[in-house]
């Protein structure tokens, strides 16, 4: 879990548009939805410092009308120390809406399946997953007036040639900054299905996400509850879910 929370964590800061937050994101998640076909996938080596080396990997595997009668994607993630996931730490299947893209606010995701570690794949009932939705951050504490620090800054370069694990592609890098030092530096490729998402550094902390391999022939792979399965209620959500970085807005 802790793995996946830094996965997430790095995606929820990542630079796109404004200071690119949970929110920013997760909008930039959603137009990929729109171009997205059943069996892209993509995965992703998470360095985290030292031999903390994960893996991440999406893929597309089925497309549906979801309960609110929208065009929908199945979206399998999947967690795990090795790249080809053999005995994954984490899966996680959630119904999409295209166009919404996983923008909780706006009830893009209307069903979650999940499984960690050793544990059998489990339905979140739809009033468990509407509280899973719902989480939101503590507010920021104001700062005095006048006393505040300077506000980052968001730099976007120009088009280039990015050499990754998975092959050099064109891509674009966004940059936060705070006064002179780089927080963060994204790169954004078209040509990287489903997140558009080729590497994210955070290099104070020697943090990285990089794509390693990427294709078209996504398949199901994470193994469904059956009808006689109990659905995840409301008193089981915080143990599974403590905290999502990725479902979180910014505060305002």
């Known amino acids: 879990m802790r793995a996946l929370a830094l996965v997430l964590f790095l995606l929820g800061a990542a630079p796109a548009v404004a200071a690119m937050p949970g929110k920013s994101l997760l909008d930039h ?6 171009s997205t076909q059943v069996g892209d996938w993509v995965t992703y080596r998470l360095d985290g410092g030292g031999a903390r080396v994960h893996y991440w990997r999406l893929a597309v595997v089925g497309e549906e009308k979801d309960r609110l009668g929208r065009d929908a994607l199945w979206v399998e993630m999947e967690m795990g120390t090795h790249p080809a996931m053999r005995a994954p730490l ?3 299947r959630m119904l999409v809406a295209r166009g919404e893209g996983v923008a909780f606010d706006a009830g893009g995701v209307t069903r979650l399946i999940a499984a960690m570690g050793f544990d059998r794949p489990q339905e979140y009932s739809p009033e468990a997953l509407a509280q899973v939705l719902a989480k939101r951050p503590p507010r920021p504490r104001a700062a005095p007036a006048g006393a505040g620090p300077s506000a980052p800054v968001v730099r976007s370069g120009q088009e280039t040639r990015l050499m ?3 092959g050099t592609v064109t891509a674009v890098p966004l940059e936060l900054l705070y006064r002179s030092t780089v927080i963060k530096r994204t790169w954004l490729s078209r040509e990287i299905p489903i997140l558009q998402l080729a590497k994210i550094e955070i290099p104070r902390i020697a943090h990285a996400l990089e794509v390693v391999e990427y294709g078209v022939d996504a398949k199901p792979r994470m193994l469904l509850p059956d009808a006689k399965t109990p659905q995840v209620r409301l008193e089981y959500v915080d143990k599974a879910f403590p905290q999502l970085p990725w479902l979180e807005e910014e505060a305002p």
Not at 29 to 34: M, P
């Open 29 to 34: 998640l959603a137009k990929g939805l729109r």
């Open 90 to 92: 984490s899966q996680i």
């Open 164 to 166: 990754t694990p998975a």
